[in-house]
């Protein structure tokens, strides 16, 4: 079956600008959860979504929203970019959620803020 | 706070010698803990997991964990290492009503 697919795999945007990155879950998926990952911090929970709900929240500033569709599919929109921003974002789904068998993660979004 | 520590950020290894990675985790109820190795250019993949059970797991490529709920410890070992090997491997826990906290991950070198 296939995998998580996130688009694009590579952004490149400037301050202030505001960002949108897709995921498409495993085929009945219904859990889907972001994470940011750079090499200083590793990965850091963003949030999860589970049915079109945002069910758990990372510590990360408002910023950083996240919606999910009646198809399992999930946005993450970033706002007012900061340099620091720049990671790798990667997101994750799973069938039930955080407490179910292991999360399958998409390659991720690569994102550069200049 | 709640968090997952790996104590090694770079490990360098030749090939055939033994692996253990320490991953250390502050929950102290109820936990699932994962192992999760990023080859270079690759996405993360899951190598071994703990629900319940038989506390020493075994996952793929010959990796395998042991929880010790005394130490709240799950460290992984692998007994020969190979140069395929080289990757980043990451700890993480899910604890109840929670989220998925990984730890800083380690980046593992095998020398040929």
């Known amino acids: 079956k296939a995998g998580v697919t996130q688009t694009p795999r590579y952004l490149i945007k400037t301050r202030g600008q505001q960002v949108t990155l897709s995921c498409s879950p495993i085929s009945g998926h219904r859990s889907v959860s972001w994470y940011q990952q750079t090499p200083g911090q590793g990965l850091q929970f963003l949030f999860e979504y589970f049915s079109e709900t945002q069910r758990n929240k990372g510590n990360f500033p408002g910023r950083f929203s996240g919606r999910q569709f009646s198809n399992s599919r999930s946005e993450m929109n970033v706002s007012t970019l900061e340099l620091g921003d720049s990671a790798l974002y990667l997101c994750?789904?799973?069938?039930?959620?955080?407490?179910?068998?292991?999360?399958?993660f998409g390659q991720g979004t690569r994102l550069t803020v200049v | 706070a709640q968090s997952v520590s790996q104590h090694n950020h770079h490990v360098i290894l030749s090939e055939a010698a033994s692996l253990e990675l320490g991953c250390n985790y502050s929950y102290g109820g109820t936990v699932n803990l994962f192992w999760y190795v990023q080859y270079p250019g690759q996405h993360l993949q899951l190598l071994l997991k703990?629900?319940?059970?038989?506390?020493l797991v075994k996952g793929i490529k010959g990796f395998e964990a042991e929880f010790i709920k005394s130490k709240f410890s799950f460290n992984l070992r692998k007994p020969s290492v190979q140069w395929s090997d080289t990757a980043e491997y990451f700890c993480?826990?899910?604890?109840?009503?929670?989220?998925?906290?990984f730890g800083a991950g380690t980046r593992l070198t095998v020398k040929p």
């Open positions: 993480a826990v899910n604890v109840p009503n929670n989220d998925m906290r």
């Open positions: 703990y629900f319940s059970g038989d506390p």
């Open positions: 994750a789904s799973s069938l039930l959620g955080q407490m179910d068998t292991e999360a399958f």
